[in-house]
Every structure is written in structure tokens, then in C-alpha cells.
């Protein structure tokens, strides 16, 4: 599809959204269902694409996180849709006046998702768009070409091209994607490139949701279980090798926990994994770009004096192979911040481990740098937790476990500062997407036009009276 035909493409939409009837709840909850349907009757099929394109990919993992948790949204949105359509009735300020919030459709918004999860994130938002009412175009990532290609060959299948399509293509192809006049547009990704989203999304003044990313911190306090903390933080860690936008990206630890930590991570990777470079269970680094990049972060790492520790049961495994683009998880001690480790997002099996001597510290570190899109802290204090909670900012915290949050319907997902703009799931994607269209029912006696009639001398003299007796 070239650059005209999908602006020709877009315009056709928006008519066809303009001229049609809103969307009944019937005919919303059939796109939800239609959406389900290709998932989970083509899910063998987009569990192989996706492999193909990581080169190898956890299938358990995809079916997990990409397929059923995409259904999972989807089917919450159908159960909840009758409740959020339903007019909000609000307080009016005269008798017989009545005001309402109405949740109108947007038109046509513009998903452009990421290669991480190349379903979950274009389906997820999907479902807030569908329930709103709106059609859509998704956009998915150049680097997963075989999932999108088959998402292209789908789609058709379940939807009129007016309701849904999908756009492939290069990053050419994602730049002009991102320039089209939608009435609401989707990215996930990095922040580098949420920038030039957001500035191609301005000149049409388009609405965007941006959900980023950013080094999402793990605190761990000295009163934590610190074996259950080990254990939450790498299970989380190494999904998708830990190629994840919420994925921990570094922990602070206090110093007399370092030992104990390392001991309790090589037990639990053991335990986890046998083996990595041939184990089906452990997904491979997207593609060589990536890999090197994650290489070179552990060789800065190294060269600078950090000390990596892969987690590992055979000494006799490599700690990364070039062919599989699989690394083997590794902490990183005596980690500093002009290390690359340290400055970039990470994105990766990697994962730093700083000391700190006294908690303010940690709290104090985290928010001399950017806001993350998550933060994770382990304690079991109480107090402890409400003194992070309210001292740190970030596009969520999840307390004594690891990335929770995304899984819960009933919570917004969004970022904050660097990590994201707009937040969707569940209500809060509906509401995303809607334009809460306030309609007001004058009164029979029009008391609000009256008051605004001339002459406004006896009205006038009203009010100051008024204010007098209130400076009385």
C-alpha cells in the first residue's frame, strides 16, 4: 500500500464512520467477538509467525501473553459494554434542567503497535476502541514482518475493510502512518521514536495515547523476603528474555543483601532453566541489531569494572550465541551510572544490580531520573509502602511482585512524563477513545438564558448586594 492509497484509505474510513448510524452495543460487541474469533481460531498459526520472526519464541509465552491475554480484554469489554455506554446523569443547577455525559465515538484511531508483543499490544487497544464505537487501522511493527503479514491476510477475513485493516510496511511506511489525520492515535514504543509520533500527530492535531518505556526500578528494602523478591523479579525478567516495556530494568538492593541475592537468583535460574541456548522455554533476542546492542551494554559494563554474574547451571553453556540470539540472564554488580547499563532502557536479559547504604537513597535515585512506566518495591511494611508510594512517581507500582498491573482489566496502563501520555484497559480505554460529549436539556423556564437578558440594571444591582453580604 502506498502512501496515497492509505490516505485514500483513512478518508473512506472516516465517511463511512460519519455517514453510518453510532455503533449499537450489538454491533460493538460483534466486532469484539469477530476480533476473539481470529485470534483463537488462527492462534497455532500466529504463535509460528511470531516465532519465526524472534527467531525463536517461548510458544507458551506467545499463547499466554499475546493470545489469551488479547481474548481476556477483549471478552471484559463485551461483559462490561451495556454499563459503560449508559449516560452519565450529573447534577444540574435548576429544576427541571437536565445534564448528561454522553460517551461519543471518536471515528476511526490509528494503532501503531510495537514487536514485543505484536498482538497483545495492537488487540488490547483494540478492545477500548471497538467498545467505544470507533473503527481502526493497525500499523504493526517492521520487525515481526511475518506476523504482520499474516495479521494482514486475517483481518479481511473477519472485518469489512471499512471497520478494521491492517497497513504493513517500513519504518517509511510507520512514519507516514503516523502523519494521517486519525481522530486518536496509538503508539507504543520507544521514547525516541514516541517523539516523532507525537510531532507527525500535531500537525493534524490529532489526540495521542503514548505508551513509552524508560528503566523501570525494583526496590527491595531491607525488611523483604528476599528470596520471594528473587524469585518475582526473574520470573518477569526472563519472559521474553526480558524484552519488555515494564520488565525490571534495575534493582536496588541494600549492600548486606548483595551475596544472598546472587546465591538466590543462580538457585532459581537452575531451577527455571536446565539449559538455555536449545530450551524451547527461553525466547531469543528479536534480531541482530538488538543482540549486538546487548552485547556491547555488557561489554561497557565490563570494561568499566562490573562485575556479570550469568545465571547459568553449566559452566560448560555459553553465555550467548550469535546464531540463536539467545543470551543467558545476567546480573551485573558494582554497577556505575556512566555505564550503558545504566543510562538505557535495557530491554533485555540484563539485569543491574546497584547498593544503596539508606533508603532515601534509592527513593532519591529514582526520582532524579525519568519516570518510569513502572516501579516495583518489596517490603512488608505497611507505612514503608505508603511513604514510596506517595514519594515516587510512575505510571504504576506494584507492591511485592513484578508487572501485576498489566494483567488487571480494571486498571489503567499508561505511562507518565518520559514513559507515556494516556493510559487505557478496560473503562479506562473506552473513555480513551470515546469524547465525553456534555448535553444539556434547558428547562421549561430557561432559567440560565434569563438571567443573561437585557437590561441588566436591577440584575446587576442583585449581584452586588450579594457580594456585599458576602465580604460582610
Known amino acids: 500500500m502506498d502512501i496515497t492509497t492509505l490516505q ?14 453510532p455503533a449499537s452495543l450489538e454491533l460493538r460487541h460483534d466486532r469484539l467477538e469477530r476480533a476473539k474469533k481470529l485470534l483463537i481460531e488462527n492462534h497455532e498459526a500466529l504463535i509460528a509467525a511470531i516465532s519465526a520472526d524472534f527467531g525463536h519464541r517461548s510458544a507458551y509465552q506467545s499463547l499466554v501473553s499475546d493470545i489469551l491475554a488479547s481474548v481476556g480484554a477483549l471478552s471484559y469489554a463485551q461483559e462490561q459494554l451495556a454499563v459503560w455506554m449508559q449516560p452519565e446523569i450529573v447534577a444540574a443547577p435548576y429544576a427541571e434542567m437536565r445534564t448528561e455525559i454522553h460517551q461519543q465515538p471518536l471515528g476511526v484511531v490509528g494503532i501503531i503497535s510495537p514487536w514485543n508483543f505484536p498482538l497483545n499490544l495492537a488487540f488490547s487497544p483494540l478492545a477500548g476502541v471497538f467498545a467505544a464505537g470507533n473503527r481502526a487501522l493497525i500499523k504493526p511493527s517492521e520487525l515481526t514482518p511475518k506476523t504482520a503479514a499474516l495479521l494482514a491476510e486475517l483481518v479481511p477475513q473477519y472485518f469489512d475493510a471499512l471497520e478494521l485493516g491492517v497497513v504493513t510496511g517500513n519504518a517509511e511506511m510507520g512514519a507516514a502512518f503516523s502523519a494521517l489525520p486519525f481522530d486518536h492515535l496509538v503508539f507504543t514504543g520507544s521514547s525516541q521514536v514516541g517523539r516523532h509520533v507525537m510531532r507527525a500527530a500535531a500537525e493534524n492535531l490529532v489526540p495521542v495515547t503514548l505508551e513509552l518505556g524508560g528503566k523501570s526500578p525494583v526496590v527491595i528494602a531491607p525488611d523483604a523476603k528476599l528470596e520471594q523478591a528473587v524469585q518475582r523479579i526473574l520470573t518477569v525478567k526472563t519472559v521474553n528474555a526480558g524484552q519488555i516495556c515494564i520488565s525490571p530494568d534495575y534493582v536496588l538492593l541494600p549492600e548486606q543483601q548483595r551475596q544472598d541475592f546472587v546465591a538466590f537468583a543462580q538457585q532459581f535460574m537452575a531451577e527455571s532453566f536446565s539449559h538455555f541456548q536449545d530450551n524451547p522455554d527461553y525466547t531469543a533476542i528479536i534480531n541482530p541489531r538488538h543482540y549486538q546492542r546487548l552485547m556491547r551494554v555488557l561489554d561497557d559494563a565490563k570494561a568499566k569494572g562490573a562485575t556479570l554474574i550469568p545465571l547459568t547451571a553449566h559452566t560448560q553453556e555459553a553465555t550467548h550465541d550469535d546464531a540463536s540470539r539467545k543470551i543467558v540472564p545476567t546480573l551485573v554488580l558494582n554497577v556505575s551510572d556512566d555505564m550503558l547499563v545504566m543510562q538505557e532502557e535495557i530491554f533485555g536479559p540484563i539485569l543491574p544490580i546497584k547498593i544503596y547504604q539508606q533508603e532515601q537513597q534509592a527513593i532519591d535515585y529514582i526520582n532524579a531520573h525519568p519516570r518510569p512506566l513502572a516501579a516495583y518495591y518489596f517490603s512488608e511494611d505497611a507505612a514503608a509502602q505508603q ?47 470515546s469524547h ?7 428547562s421549561p423556564q430557561g432559567e440560565s438564558n434569563l438571567r443573561l437578558r437585557a437590561p441588566y440594571a436591577a440584575a446587576y444591582q442583585q449581584l452586588q448586594n450579594v457580594l456585599n453580604q458576602i465580604q460582610e
Not at 8 to 21: G, I, P, S, V, Y
Not at 394 to 407: E, F, K, P, Q, Y
Not at 418 to 428: R, T, W
Open 436 to 442: 465525553a460529549k456534555p448535553i444539556v436539556v434547558q
Open 8 to 21: 485514500q484509505r483513512l478518508a473512506a474510513m472516516r465517511q463511512a464512520h460519519t455517514q453510518a448510524a
Open 387 to 433: 511513604y514510596f508510594a506517595e514519594r515516587t512517581t510512575s505510571g504504576a507500582l506494584v507492591v511485592n511482585d513484578v508487572m501485576t498491573h498489566v494483567v488487571i482489566e480494571t486498571l489503567p496502563f499508561g505511562g507518565v512524563g518520559a514513559s507515556g501520555i494516556g493510559a487505557y484497559h478496560g473503562v479506562h480505554g473506552f473513555r480513551c477513545f
